[in-house]
């Protein structure tokens, strides 16, 4: 999928005028931009903390280099494997078992989308956003309400299922105990306490209040990160190319949902290709020269992807292991490192 999705990218793109636009770009405005998505990963880390608090009460300096390893590691594997990884760290760091982890890291992840679509619901109030799907469509030669239903209903789908299996958790517990009968006696307990802590994991969503308070802190996330498309996008000049400040805004908001909500397709690390694919096709649907584009999303691309996975290399070096051995032990209980090994980070 991500070889497709680059031979797209690649086969619209006059290489010689992307690489004038590369070099007469002003990366100074890259500087500021990192720490737009730095802010991102802060409030990720503080909307976390509120998913986490039945499982625990964690500072949020703790918490930080979990995230921090957890983004290295989905930059460097492939189809979201480092969601695994930041919950195995979790578990190590500060005891919540893994499974109970990675509930709320799904959660974490449909309320992304969520806010992602509802972020395009309100730009769509000002611009016209439905020939933007059909052209998506188009240029991925995929029918674009099949695109568009694909990319929006599994978050709406996913959301009432899980908020359903944390409110009526003994239904579900009743209904896996059914299932599991159709499983060899030796593994059932295994089985049902794999269950058992993943509803765990979804607890905060049996409240409202914490329901709430988790949708409202996921959109300081993503108006942060849309802030740093904004500041890479001057370095590029991007504003000549709208009558006001405000288009470019609305423009860079829907850019942000499309190439993030396109790395939801199997792909490698980092979504490298559907990414690029889908950040291009959205601004030059909106009349951004295709080079120019082109020259942008890399840019913008690699600021998001080098930084965060550098620092959290950095973080599992300083706790004396690497990704690739948080990688191996995450997926296999008995190679894991013990707790102590791992330092305090």
């Known amino acids: 999928m991500s070889a497709l999705f680059i031979g797209f990218f690649i086969l619209r793109t006059d290489l010689g005028e992307m690489g004038d ?4 770009a002003n990366y100074l405005y890259v500087i500021p931009g990192i720490g737009a998505y730095i802010m991102a990963l802060l409030w990720r880390t503080i909307r976390w903390k509120v998913i986490l608090k039945p499982l625990g009460d964690y500072k949020i300096s703790r918490l930080w280099p979990v995230v921090t390893v957890g983004y290295a590691a989905n930059n460097v594997l492939p189809v979201r494997l480092g969601e695994i990884v930041r919950a195995y760290y979790l578990n190590i760091r500060e005891g919540p078992s893994k499974t109970s982890g990675l509930a709320t890291i799904l959660v974490e992840r449909v309320f992304d989308g969520l806010v992602l679509l509802f972020l395009v619901a309100v730009v769509s109030l000002f611009i016209p956003v439905a020939g933007l799907f059909q052209d998506l469509g188009d240029q991925a ?20 299922g899980l908020i359903a299996m944390a409110i009526w958790p003994k239904i579900i517990e009743t209904l896996v105990a059914r299932v599991l009968t159709l499983l060899p006696g030796r593994l059932r307990p295994a089985a049902t306490a794999l269950s058992s802590q993943f509803l765990l994991g979804l ?21 942060s990160e ?8 001057l370095g590029f000049d991007l504003q000549d190319y709208f009558s006001s400040m405000s288009l470019l805004v609305g423009v860079l908001i829907l850019t942000t949902a499309t190439s993030n909500m396109g790395t939801a397709i199997p792909s490698t690390g980092g979504g490298v290709g559907p990414f690029e694919f ?29 930084p965060i996975t550098i620092l959290g290399v950095v973080y599992v070096w300083l706790s004396h292991s690497s990704l690739s051995e948080l990688a191996r032990a995450s997926q296999d209980n008995t190679g894991a490192p013990k707790p102590d090994s791992m330092g305090s980070g």
């Open 226 to 233: 849309a802030a740093m498309y904004f500041l890479i996008a």
């Open 21 to 24: 636009a590369l070099t007469s």
């Open 278 to 306: 889908f950040a291009q096709a959205t601004l030059v649907f909106f009349a951004v020269d295709v080079s120019v584009a082109s020259a942008y999303v890399l840019v913008l691309h690699a600021a998001l992807l080098l």
């Open 203 to 223: 607890s905060a969503l049996r409240y409202p209040r914490r329901l709430g308070a988790i949708f409202l802190l996921s959109i300081p996330v993503w108006l």
């Open 141 to 160: 030669h995929v029918n674009w309400l099949f695109l568009t239903l694909g990319l929006s209903l599994p978050f709406f789908t996913m959301t009432a």
